[in-house]
């Protein structure tokens, strides 16, 4: 079955410091693939996306994500935390028009 | 610009009420349209998908429908809620053809 996996439930990391989130996907074809950032009791807003091209995909608010074809992976990173990148995190995928969510991963930030 | 609505914010109902959701898109003609609910702690769970207007694909059975009556309104009813209906539901767009897919705000269903 096509699906979208996230292995970590929960990140915390120090402000300032380096994130990188997991995503890992299955399908027959490389998927267009997403990341959103959801703050509590919002919507999803989308960082980035992969279509093809270029591996190393440049987002909003400063994070990228790295699409490898032989991993199939396309983990999210942000070079340098801000507290208010704490928010879950969603990794998604789709072949047509609609898309697979992973279970999402929740950043937490401390000072 | 595109934009998409949804409301009410929140909304509290006893079980065995109905319920109407709603969503506008604003700024775009023909979109695909989508509803989901996100239970506490959980990922997305896609209820209900439209590529046109009438036209509804339900992804799961259960106590809810959807109903697309005009190009960028999309609705999420029930007859009669259960308690297993509350979560955060959230409409979402995209345009016809591509998978990037653009979420309203989101409404906070808790039935009692």
């Known amino acids: 079955a096509q699906s979208v996996t996230q292995p970590d439930i929960h990140i915390t990391v120090s402000e300032g410091a380096s994130l990188e989130l997991r995503c890992n996907y299955s399908?027959?074809?490389?998927?267009?693939l997403f990341w959103y950032v959801q703050s509590p009791g919002q919507g999803l807003q989308l960082l980035l996306k992969?279509?093809?091209?270029?591996?190393l995909v440049q987002g909003i608010k400063g994070f990228e994500a790295e699409f490898k074809r032989s991993q199939s992976s396309f983990n999210l990173r942000k070079p340098s935390v801000h507290w208010s990148d704490a928010a879950e995190y969603f990794c998604?995928?789709?072949?047509?028009?609609?898309?697979?969510f992973g279970a999402g991963t929740t950043v937490t930030v401390r000072a | 610009s595109q934009t998409i609505h949804q409301w009410p914010a929140t909304l509290v109902q006893p079980v065995g009420s109905p319920l109407s959701l709603e969503c506008t898109v604003e700024?775009?003609?023909?979109?695909?349209l989508y509803w989901y609910r996100q239970a506490a702690g959980r990922g997305l769970q896609l209820l209900f998908y439209?590529?046109?207007?009438?036209?509804i694909s339900s992804e799961v059975p259960q106590n809810l429908s959807a109903s697309r009556p005009q190009d960028r309104q999309f609705i999420l009813s029930s007859k009669k809620l259960l308690l297993s209906d509350s979560g955060f539901y959230l409409c979402?767009?995209?345009?016809?053809?591509?998978?990037?897919?653009?979420f309203g705000p989101g409404t906070r269903l808790t039935v009692t």
């Open positions: 979402a767009w995209s345009i016809q053809g591509f998978n990037e897919q653009y």
């Open positions: 399908y027959g074809a490389t998927p267009y």
């Open positions: 992969y279509f093809s091209g270029d591996t």
């Open positions: 998604a995928g789709g072949n047509d028009y609609k898309l697979s």
């Open positions: 700024g775009t003609s023909n979109p695909n």
């Open positions: 439209s590529v046109g207007i009438g036209q």
